[in-house]
């Protein structure tokens, strides 16, 4: 493979996976409070939808944004509701809501199917694009994408290096521990989850109006559930989920690359293939022996290996928090 | 700061678990509230930090009336509370463990909480390592850590509930040093809340004592053991006699063992256990007396030596082979491995009938055996209570209503880790009795009295190492060569 070529997939591989980004930390964020919002596939679909629906009508890309954003925190607030306030199972809730923006987004898009609409505009950084090899992989983009790389710093930055970051761990590690500390941790966690949602609602405007333009049934299937797993890949760190999302963005494109290469293995092997790579390498850094590797080294490396390898779930995940 | 409690009541449904309780704590003080399980100690202290509302009462702080809806806020009056099992953020750094009892800054001031945590680490003489992350500490140092935290944030009035548990005896040391010096020269009040006798009678100025949730008495120092003892219990319990066993053939041969995790390795461990024996494994937690108890009862497979049961060849063989060879395992965490949270007494009941086990339950007979067993072994619930609703000492009386009746070996891990005086007091009475039909028991623990009080031998686990073992005759008294024996051990014990 010639270096273009090389450079073009990399660039697709970027832009490819920029939903994902924003759906898994979105999601990252929402679990970080304690709560699993299990609704994503169905969110990004209905988002989606509601993107382009209103982009269309009002052909206005940032009001479809913004009205997808509102959908997904809404998803999000029915998630919160139910667990929070309602005390119900958040998985159930999930599930069902899963199904229910499905459905609802084939009904109610149906007018919309397959109709070219707005779509984010391209937008080179001037300078920046210029740069060999790192210009066109990275900067030769839409505004989507660049928010995708300011999202992972910034929730990067707000979780693990400001107060009210620290804060939104705690809620989420260790309720009862942070309403001793004086958090709202119920009101909190509304509002994580919304946030996370409207996160996600993005991530679903950014396929129909910049990755995968239109509207068509079940235009973004499947990519929901890779998003949850993702967050679990990544540990619950911002920058590892980000990676994540590259990452599988990247064995895609392999798979595609290999398909052409190898036209006698069936597709669906391809198409597998990078789900069954993301468990070995959930597999690696989860297991036993990178303990006793890392038992070898010195304790400062040693910690730092570790926090940047390993993650657990939030210890208050899925759990409703009921004061006594 | 002077803190009283007025006629506080709090009621959890027909449960009166505080009845109009009153008492005054003094500034510079350390006042001890002392009560068996269930008296109503941490609910009045946590309707006291504002945990939980009360049903009536009054609290006034400094004369003042004051009405708590959250802890938050009574921190805010200067009272705060250690919870038994520390309330903090285990995955979450030391550092921002302290961080996190602060607010409102966006940018949280690291360096300033790292000065504070190394100036109150010098001055307690602690040693906590700001980056290491909470879930590496020890249950000492989580408090300590938690004791920093309550300091930092302006604590005058510090409660601790039973902070004794699971901590080695040197941070016991420091934590009782911290505490007086708090009290005597920083003029802060410290609730000491325990169910143990001896802790109180050391530590405390005053003392009240709550039984079933009524105050039975306030007492100053110097305290009279078995006034206290007839206050928190109604009577005064006999002391427990340990009668002379003859001990029969070996039942538990371990050759030459050696147990390795990725963790600890314990080398070379030969010990012969015979039937009616009882062998206390002393050590602090984590030194390799649990990997050796698993060991003998098939959870652990040996890296090399052989373990015998009866003298056949048990090595390797799988945990049911050990339980069909009459050896039974009681671990501490009752309720999270000994017990299956949400199934009830009667469903435990018939899970553990090995023998007969028919496709088809008959609920009838089966409610009537655990009926029969709930009366014998005196446990406080209904056939259909779901365990985790039953007291720790219930708990670990209905653990041993259902080990079967003839047992070869019996291996327990703190057998009356978090009971009161009387509970486990009948929990050595069942032991001795399965002991007196031939039962060997092997039990790890803490508790340096109970050790020395119950075994026959104690084996001295450090970091892996197990000391040869310690014989001891079957009588024990205070001073005598036998006690210094086991102050060897405890020394042991410490040093590690």
């Known amino acids: 493979m010639n270096a273009v070529l090389l450079i073009r997939t990399l660039a697709s591989v970027v832009r490819g996976a920029t939903p994902l ?17 299990l609704s994503l596939d169905g969110t990004i679909l209905l988002s989606a939808m509601t993107a382009f629906a209103v982009a269309y009508t009002t052909d206005s890309v940032i009001l479809g944004f913004l009205a997808a954003m509102a959908v997904g925190a809404l998803m999000a607030l029915i998630v919160a509701f139910g667990s929070i306030t309602l005390r119900q199972d958040q998985v159930a809730i999930g599930f069902v809501l899963t199904l229910l923006g499905a459905e609802l987004s084939s009904f109610l898009g149906n007018p919309f199917v397959r109709l070219k609409g707005p779509s984010v505009p391209h937008l080179p950084i001037p300078y920046l694009a210029d740069v060999p090899v790192i210009g066109p992989i990275f900067f030769n983009h839409n505004l989507v994408v660049y928010l995708g790389y300011a999202l992972i710093i910034l929730s990067w930055l707000y979780i693990f290096k400001t107060q009210p970051g620290l804060k939104l761990q705690g809620i989420g590690e260790r309720p009862e521990a942070a309403f001793a500390r004086g958090s709202n941790v119920n009101l909190m966690r509304y509002v994580y989850t919304a946030v996370g949602g409207a996160l996600v609602g993005f991530a679903g405007a950014s396929y ?117 | 700061m002077k803190i009283e409690l007025r006629d506080i009541k709090k009621y959890f449904g027909p449960v009166r678990a505080n009845d109009g309780i009153t008492l005054t704590v003094e500034p510079g003080t350390i006042h001890g509230l002392l009560g068996e399980n269930g008296a109503g100690k941490t609910t009045l202290m946590k309707v006291l930090t504002g945990f939980i509302s009360a049903d009536g009462g009054e609290i006034r702080v400094d004369g003042k009336p004051v009405h708590f809806t959250s802890p938050a806020e009574s921190i805010r009056y200067g009272i705060g509370m250690l919870h038994q099992d520390p309330l903090d953020f285990p995955p979450l750094k030391v550092l921002d463990n302290l961080l996190l009892a602060f607010d409102n800054r966006l940018i949280p001031n690291r360096r300033g909480a790292r000065r504070v945590l190394k100036e109150l680490s010098q001055r307690f003489h602690f040693s906590l390592d700001p980056d290491a992350r909470v879930n590496t500490l020890t249950v000492g140092e989580r408090q300590q850590l938690e004791i920093l935290r309550l300091l930092a944030l302006g604590a005058e009035v510090i409660i601790l509930d039973e902070p004794t548990t699971g901590i080695s005896a040197p941070q016991k040391v420091l934590l009782f040093a911290t505490l007086r010096r708090l009290a005597k020269e920083e003029g802060k009040s410290v609730i000491f809340v325990s169910h ?65 995790t990725y963790r600890l390795t314990v080398p070379h461990v030969s010990l012969t256990v015979r039937a009616g024996e009882v062998i206390g494994l002393a050590g602090l937690e984590g030194s390799g007396q649990r990997l050796m108890l698993q060991a003998c009862v098939g959870l652990q497979k040996p890296s090399s030596g052989r373990v015998l049961l009866g003298g056949q060849d048990f090595t390797r063989r799988s945990y049911r082979d050990f339980l069909a060879a009459g050896v039974a395992y009681l671990p501490a965490g009752r309720i999270e491995e000994g017990l299956i949270r949400g199934l009830t007494l009667t469903e435990h009941y018939v899970l553990a009938q090995r023998d007969h086990q028919p496709f088809f339950i008959d609920w009838a007979a089966a409610t009537n055996g655990i009926q029969k067993k709930i009366n014998e072994f005196n446990i406080r619930g209904r056939p259909d209570t779901p365990v985790e609703a039953l007291s720790g000492g219930n708990q670990q009386r209905a653990l041993l209503s ?6 070869k070996l019996l291996a327990l891990e703190h057998p009356t880790r978090g009971l009161d005086i009387e509970s486990a007091m009948w929990v050595w009475e069942q032991l001795l009795a399965r002991r007196r039909s031939g039962t060997a028991i092997l039990f790890i623990s803490a508790d340096l009295d109970e050790l020395l009080e119950r075994s026959d031998r104690i084996v001295v686990f450090s970091g892996g190492v197990m000391a040869p073992p310690h014989r001891r005759g079957p009588h024990l008294g205070r001073g005598t060569g036998v006690f210094d024996r086991g102050r060897e051990a405890g020394s042991v014990m410490c040093d590690a």
């Open chain 1, 21 to 37: 980004v924003f759906a898994g930390i979105g999601e990252t964020i929402t679990e970080k409070a304690g709560v699993i919002n």
């Open chain 1, 208 to 324: 129909s109006l910049s990755i995968k333009l239109g509207w068509s049934h079940r235009h973004t299937a499947g990519n929901g559930w890779i998003a949850l797993a993702i967050v679990i890949f990544g540990g619950w760190h911002p920058l590892r989920v980000a990676f994540g999302a590259y990452l599988f963005g990247g064995l895609k494109s392999l798979g595609s690359i290999f398909q052409r290469v190898a036209p006698g293995i069936p597709s669906q092997f391809f198409n597998g293939a990078p789900f069954a790579l993301m468990i070995v390498a959930l597999l690696l850094v989860s297991s036993g022996w990178l303990d006793r590797l890392l038992i070898r080294l010195p304790t400062r490396v040693r910690r730092v290996i570790h926090d940047s390898l390993l993650g657990a779930p939030p210890g208050g995940l899925g759990r409703v928090f009921v004061k006594e």
């Open chain 2, 196 to 260: 143990k006798l001896e802790e109180v009678e050391e530590l405390c100025d005053r003392v009240t004592v709550l039984r079933r949730g009524k105050v039975t008495g306030h007492l100053e120092v110097p305290f009279r053991a078995d006034q206290l003892v007839q206050l928190m219990f109604g009577q005064s319990l006999p002391k427990s006699e340990r009668p002379p066993v003859t001990l029969g053939e070996p039942v538990l041969e371990l050759q030459d063992v050696t147990v390795q």
């Open chain 2, 402 to 407: 259902l080990l079967p009746p003839a047992l």
